[in-house]
């Protein structure tokens, strides 16, 4: 594999250690600016808005560009982003500075992705992608936990400020490592939405909103389901959340050279996988060791998805797929606020933590029919003859 793609991995820890290490930091947070923990939430929810917002126009700037060359400027915004968290003033130039670095996140995974699979040879595409995104894995493995003890020790600045280094890490390897492949020919951004006229490329986009949103609807309230249903004690959730990561690391990796392989079947086999572990995991949920294996085997099948639904998104655009792949990384996130809400009306309803397992279990089961009926318009197109040319 190119040294180009830890470049990328490089970025790509950057990133997911600052979207995701907040969360940690937010009693701090609020302390110091004297605002509520759930005023100091919007932390977290401003970022989800920066990404969902910065996605198409940041990657719609690179058909005017080199694709190194934005990958270049995203990281520059990025570094900008965390550097004015780290010297924010008042809260409200904090969220300013969380949404500045949120508005490349969407561009540098799409983008990167693509750039990703482009280094490779066709075979091995998928594994390229995986090795991007382990970036994002080792950020929950090591980024998150290792931010937040710092930010507790020496302050949340710090932590900004170390994200903030990742980033210049990541541009300086960018710069480096990355080649600088002229624009795709005929690369215009009308053509870039024109494949959003297909089928296949919206099928791809519910497979994945559904099938990571299974994934993260139950993540989503682990905490409370590993203490108040598991009966775990609070202070057991930081290597619980490292053992979720290590999953995450592992099926990202296989999940990856499986799709290499075969890229429909390993999707249709992981949905399926995944939609059983989620079922089991709602009865599982009221022991511990039985909990804790299930958390494990979630994280390994849930980010197994990643690399078949990012390559089944270069595949069903591949005549504009940059776009096309950073509206799929927004996708991710769409998911993430979906089964949030989801999870918190059943919830509310009374039916316990562990009935959102059973949310994320229905969500990927209507993600495996997406996938098949999505592989089935890959076989109708496959037996259709080809056209008689004209005499």
Same mark, same amino acid.
């Given at each position: 594999?190119?040294?180009?793609?830890?470049?990328?991995?490089?970025?790509?820890?950057?990133?997911?250690?600052?979207?995701?290490?907040?969360?940690?930091?937010?009693?701090?947070?609020?302390?110091?600016?004297?605002?509520?923990?759930?005023?100091?939430?919007?932390?977290?929810?401003?970022?989800?808005?920066?990404?969902?917002?910065?996605?198409?126009?940041?990657?719609?700037?690179?058909?005017?560009?080199?694709?190194?060359?934005?990958?270049?400027?995203?990281?520059?915004?990025?570094?900008?982003?965390?550097?004015?968290?780290?010297?924010?003033?008042?809260?409200?130039?904090?969220?300013?500075?969380?949404?500045?670095?949120?508005? +490349?996140?969407?561009?540098?995974?799409?983008?990167?992705?693509?750039?990703?699979?482009?280094?490779?040879?066709?075979?091995?595409?998928?594994?390229?992608?995986?090795? &991007?995104?382990?970036?994002?894995?080792?950020?929950?493995?090591?980024?998150?936990? &290792?931010?937040?003890?710092?930010?507790?020790?020496?302050?949340?600045?710090?932590?900004?400020?170390?994200?903030?280094?990742?980033?210049?890490?990541?541009?300086?390897?960018?710069?480096?490592?990355?080649?600088?492949?002229?624009?795709?020919?005929?690369?215009?951004?009308?053509?870039?939405?024109?494949?959003?006229?297909?089928?296949?490329?919206?099928?791809?986009?519910?497979?994945?909103?559904?099938?990571?949103?299974?994934?993260?609807?139950?993540?989503?309230?682990?905490?409370?389901?590993?203490?108040?249903?598991?009966?775990?004690?609070?202070?057991?959730?930081?290597?619980?959340?490292?053992?979720?990561?290590?999953?995450?690391?592992?099926?990202?990796?296989?999940?990856?050279?499986?799709?290499?392989?075969?890229?429909?079947?390993? &999707?249709?086999?992981?949905?399926?996988?995944?939609?059983?572990?989620?079922?089991?995991?709602?009865?599982?949920?009221?022991?511990?060791?039985?909990?804790?294996?299930?958390?494990?085997?979630?994280?390994?099948?849930?980010?197994? +998805?990643?690399?078949?639904?990012?390559?089944?998104?270069?595949?069903?655009?591949?005549?504009?797929?940059?776009?096309?792949?950073?509206?799929?990384?927004?996708?991710?996130?769409?998911?993430?606020?979906?089964?949030?809400?989801?999870?918190?009306?059943?919830?509310?309803?009374?039916?316990?933590?562990?009935?959102?397992?059973?949310?994320?279990?229905? &969500? +990927?089961?209507?993600?495996?029919?997406?996938?098949?009926?999505?592989?089935?318009?890959?076989?109708?197109?496959?037996k259709r003859p080809a056209p008689v040319p004209a005499h």
């Amino acid at each position: 594999m190119p040294l180009a793609l830890l470049a990328l991995a490089i970025g790509a820890f950057g990133i997911g250690t600052t979207e995701f290490v907040i969360a940690g930091l937010l009693p701090e947070v609020a302390a110091d600016f004297g605002v509520s923990i759930p005023a100091a939430g919007w932390l977290i929810t401003g970022y989800a808005l920066g990404v969902a917002a910065g996605a198409l126009p940041m990657t719609a700037l690179g058909t005017r560009m080199r694709r190194k060359h934005l990958l270049t400027l995203l990281m520059a915004v990025f570094i900008a982003g965390n550097a004015l968290s780290a010297l924010a003033p008042a809260y409200g130039v904090l969220v300013v500075g969380r949404i500045v670095a949120a508005l +490349t996140h969407g561009a540098f995974f799409g983008v990167g992705a693509v750039v990703a699979a482009d280094l490779v040879k066709p075979e091995k595409k998928a594994s390229a992608i995986a090795l &991007m995104f382990t970036g994002l894995t080792l950020a929950n493995v090591l980024g998150v936990p &290792m931010g937040t003890f710092l930010g507790q020790g020496l302050g949340w600045r710090a932590t900004f400020w170390v994200v903030a280094g990742l980033g210049v890490l990541g541009l300086i390897g960018v710069a480096a490592l990355v080649p600088d492949t002229p624009r795709p020919e005929g690369a215009r951004i009308t053509a870039e939405f024109a494949v959003f006229r297909h089928a296949r490329v919206w099928l791809a986009i519910g497979t994945t909103i559904l099938g990571f949103g299974g994934v993260l609807a139950s993540f989503t309230y682990i905490a409370p389901l590993m203490t108040d249903v598991a009966g775990l004690p609070a202070s057991a959730v930081s290597w619980l959340l490292v053992l979720f990561g290590v999953g995450l690391v592992l099926g990202n990796l296989l999940g990856g050279k499986f799709a290499d392989r075969a890229l429909m079947p390993t &999707m249709y086999t992981v949905l399926v996988a995944l939609a059983v572990v989620l079922a089991v995991f709602a009865f599982t949920a009221h022991a511990a060791v039985p909990a804790i294996v299930t958390l494990f085997l979630l994280g390994g099948f849930g980010f197994a +998805t990643v690399p078949p639904l990012q390559m089944r998104m270069l595949a069903s655009a591949e005549a504009a797929p940059t776009v096309a792949s950073a509206v799929n990384i927004g996708a991710f996130n769409l998911g993430n606020a979906l089964v949030a809400w989801l999870g918190g009306v059943v919830i509310a309803a009374g039916y316990g933590y562990a009935s959102t397992n059973w949310v994320g279990a229905a &969500m +990927t089961v209507a993600a495996l029919a997406l996938a098949v009926a999505s592989g089935t318009l890959d076989r109708r197109g496959a037996k259709r003859p080809a056209p008689v040319p004209a005499h």
